[in-house]
């Protein structure tokens, strides 16, 4: 018997990721702050629900996608919340990028009240969740991640079950280390080829093959040369994970001192009102420093 489905929040990621539950024929209940993005999501086959609290109640697995700490907590602890309505027995899917001590707190929560919870932060952009193929880092008990695999896969093709509670978002954090400072990287090398007076795109596709080639450079690469800051991840949600890796790297006394100049760099763009910018258009506050922007050289 298929189980049913919730999922709570239906911003960029969370469109694409309900979406797939549906297509993969999973009975779904929605809900979102802003009620009109569930209206595509009817359109197609899902029920909407008035707070997070009948998304739960109506659901066997609810997924949750939302910003940041606070909105999680929002969502599981509120009024009309999912530990309101939640079936014993049910399970939540934590699919947002928080803190991994939150997590833990939120595990304990529910468990006594007999609801498991997955952290099960995700990775690939709203390209990854469009197509289904994100990559999922997941904490929790192996039996209910074993439960839950039909919909993580709905989700994504890469699902590893990386330890227990909060053990998922600290490798989504190692994650966004990895993918902050990638796109510093990708910035600098693009401003020097421009420097340099090459053809951008005859360098990026010298260099993607190689030693030098990543997911950051092929997939945001092109965009940087476009100029097309259409976000797949905006630079205020980036910031946010930033802001919990300087957290928990204090926390836990380990260096992190190119996320912390990346840290730097996008608060300078969040100054200027560009927050709601793809995050590589970091690249950006290289091009202040610089006095020139990435560009075609003319005539190419």
């Known amino acids: 018997m298929t189980e049913k489905a919730g999922f ?12 797939n539950l549906l297509k ?28 997070p609290g009948e998304v739960a109640a109506n659901s066997d697995i609810t997924v949750i996608c939302v910003s940041d700490t606070p909105d999680v907590e929002a969502v599981i602890l509120g009024p009309d919340g999912i530990l309101s309505s939640a079936k014993p027995g049910s399970v939540v899917i934590d699919c947002s ?6 997590t833990r707190q939120l595990h304990q929560k529910l468990a006594e ?29 192996a039996e209910t ?22 053990a998922g978002q600290t490798v989504k954090l190692v994650n966004q280390i990895l993918v902050a400072n990638s796109m510093l990287a990708v910035g600098e090398a693009l401003l020097f080829a421009q420097a340099g007076g090459v053809d951008l795109e005859k360098a990026l596709e010298a260099v993607s093959a190689g030693a030098a ?5 092929s997939n945001r690469g092109p965009q940087v040369i476009r100029r097309d800051w259409r976000p ?10 930033v802001r919990l890796i300087l957290d928990a790297a204090a926390k836990l006394g380990a260096p992190v001192p190119g996320t912390a100049l990346v ?31 990435i560009e075609p050289v003319s005539g190419q």
């Open 8 to 19: 709570v929040g239906l911003g960029i990621m969370g469109q694409g990721m309900s979406r």
């Open 24 to 51: 993969a024929g999973f009975p779904l209940t929605v809900w979102n702050r802003t009620a009109s993005k569930m209206d595509a999501l009817v359109e197609a086959g899902a029920k909407a629900a008035a707070s």
């Open 97 to 102: 990028t928080i803190s991994p001590i939150v």
């Open 113 to 141: 009240k007999g609801v498991a919870l997955l952290d099960a932060p995700v990775s690939g952009g709203s390209e990854g969740a469009a197509k289904g193929t994100l990559s999922i880092m997941v904490g929790g008990a």
């Open 145 to 166: 991640f074993q439960r839950a695999l039909p919909v993580l896969q709905a989700m994504g093709s890469k699902i590893t079950l990386v330890g227990e509670s909060g």
């Open 213 to 217: 080639g990543s997911w950051t450079l």
């Open 232 to 241: 797949g991840f905006m630079i205020d949600l980036q910031q946010k994970d």
């Open 263 to 293: 840290h730097q760099l996008y608060n300078t763009l969040q100054k200027q009102g560009l927050g709601s910018e793809g995050n590589h258009a970091l690249v950006k506050a290289l091009e202040n420093l610089a006095g020139f922007k």
